[in-house]
């Protein structure tokens, strides 16, 4: 089944061609992402009204585009999947209303996808992973755990209670002056710099040992630069990023490792935009073997927002033969 994912939830306009055979085994054919983050990066974050008029302007060429790459003509697709929540409502509408006109002028089958379970799925679209397999989804709206038992049946078993992991690193960035999105930049400064130069608090949630807060290391790094007049030592950038990346990277894999072992995970996947931490990836892989468990992190182009995780979310249901009415709406807190 030849299958044309869309995505447009947030800032990224998405499109991709996968052929699947089997639920959870497909072939990227083509994956295009038109980005705009030199659009918001003057607001200092996302300006959702501007994020969906750009999606007016790029959904066209963007679906074109990979099916051009895929070397594929809208005549050979069997389904769409298109992402209808959760999101920005504006975005959403823009990529579902493309792919409904699409699907009507085509008389292609149609499913809407939900963004999260994209993310869960996005791992299997380079690995085998036999299931129940634990994700951890991070990115700048989300800091989740999850149990992804089948397909369509995944278990929420820990949540941040605050801020996201990508929210943190983006405020983080931002009261450092290193301008939006902050994840990339962080992540590129802490290479050159002292892990152990200022001390971060780990936070824990008190009684629920797989739940995430990372607001408290936001004010932490603000209170450090606040202070930071009196020190006879500069502080430099590098140096602050580093302490505060080593900070989240050890609060996301300590309830990351006790939910692998409360659920007696083999694999543990990483997804989402945080996902493309470089830190984050080398010290969960190497929690995991320690634990005895493997970690899957998939290609960058794949943690942060594609659609081609949409179009595998999709597919299991297409292959059914399901199909969604040309009826359905974006919902901006879609539940999983
Ligand atoms: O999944 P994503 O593309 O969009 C959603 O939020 O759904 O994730 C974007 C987030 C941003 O917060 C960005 O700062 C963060 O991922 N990010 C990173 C890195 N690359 C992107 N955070 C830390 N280190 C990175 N290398
Ligand atoms: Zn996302």
Redesign the pocket.
């Known amino acids: 089944m030849l299958i044309l994912g869309i995505e447009s939830?947030?800032d990224?306009a998405a499109a991709a061609v996968i052929e699947t055979t089997a639920p959870g085994i497909a072939e990227v054919r083509s994956s295009t992402v038109a980005n705009q983050d030199d659009i918001h990066r003057a607001y200092g974050g996302i300006v959702p009204e501007l994020a969906s008029r750009n999606h007016v302007v790029t959904i066209a060429p963007v679906v074109e585009r990979a099916l051009e790459a895929a070397g594929r003509k809208l005549d050979d697709l069997d389904g769409i999947a298109v992402t209808r929540g959760p999101g920005l409502v504006g975005s959403l509408l823009v990529g579902l209303m493309f792919a409904k006109g699409l699907a009507q002028a085509r008389g292609l089958a149609m499913v809407g996808v939900n963004?999260i379970e994209g993310?869960l799925l996005a791992p299997l679209l380079e690995n085998r992973i036999a299931m129940p397999y634990l994700a951890l989804v991070v990115?700048?709206?989300?800091t989740a755990l999850f149990a992804v038992e089948d397909f369509g049946r995944y278990r929420r078993i820990g949540r941040t209670r605050d801020d996201?992991?990508?929210?943190a690193?983006?405020k983080v960035?931002k009261l450092m002056g290193l301008g939006y999105?902050?994840?990339?930049v962080?992540?590129e400064l802490s290479r050159r710099g002292n892990r152990k130069r200022v001390k971060i608090p780990r936070a824990q949630v008190k009684g629920a040992p797989m739940d995430f807060s990372f607001s408290g290391v936001k004010t932490a790094v603000a209170t450090i630069l606040a202070e930071r007049n009196g020190d006879s030592e500069p502080l430099t950038p590098e140096d602050l990023a580093a302490s505060f990346q080593e900070a989240v990277v050890e609060m996301l894999i300590k309830p990351t490792i006790a939910a692998a072992r409360e659920l007696g995970a083999d694999t543990i996947a990483l997804t989402?935009?945080?996902a493309?931490?470089?830190r984050?990836r080398d010290r969960l892989a190497e929690a995991a073997a320690a634990d005895g468990r493997r970690l899957v992190a998939p290609a960058l182009k794949y943690?942060?927002?594609n659609a081609a995780m949409i179009a595998l979310a999709g597919s299991y249901r297409l292959l059914r033969g399901e199909r969604d009415a040309l009826s359905i709406d974006a919902e901006a807190n879609l539940a999983l």
């Open positions: 939830s947030c990224d963004h993310h990115s700048g709206g989300h996201a992991a990508g929210e690193f983006d960035a999105p902050g994840g990339r962080i992540d989402g935009g945080v493309a931490n470089s984050l943690c942060t927002d």
